[in-house]
């Protein structure tokens, strides 16, 4: 494969794992995590009635739904984004989309797409210490 389709993927994949850093997921995830507890210690509590337990449950249900919307809607438009800077190379007439998905669709591309995500959070990491 040609140096410049893996050095434009690397580019992609970096920027992918910028935005994946900025997003809240460890927040939302705790958050299902949370309520998915609260739900569970209420369907073991005996002081609570039924009817008092179904109106709780039902609460935390649309809360845990709300959750996890948000949570997809951070993985689709990462997705999004990541099929834009994709398009962005076929646009500028750097590269072929479909070639570059091929790629991707490789071990090898696997293996960059998970050394570029390794490379950013370490980058990440030195930036902070160099900057201390």
Not at 37 to 57: A, F, G, P, R, Y
Not at 93 to 102: D, G, H, I, P, V
Request: glycine fraction near 6%.
């Amino acid at each position: 494969m040609n140096i410049a389709v893996i050095s434009y993927l690397y580019v992609v994949f970096l920027a992918i794992a910028w935005l994946i850093d900025c997003l809240p997921f460890l927040g939302v995830m705790k958050n299902i995590s949370l309520s998915t507890h609260v739900s569970l210690q209420i369907i073991k509590s005996n002081d609570i009635n039924d009817s008092e337990k179904q109106k709780m449950l039902l609460d935390n249900s649309f809360v845990l739904f709300k959750r996890s919307l948000t949570l997809l809607g951070f993985i689709v438009g990462i997705g999004a984004c990541g099929l834009m800077l994709l398009f962005a190379g076929e646009l500028l007439k750097f590269f072929s989309y479909s070639a570059l998905l091929k790629f991707i669709a490789t071990l090898p591309g696997f293996l960059l797409s998970v050394i570029a995500f390794f490379s950013y959070f370490f980058i990440k990491k030195l930036y902070v210490k160099v900057r201390l």
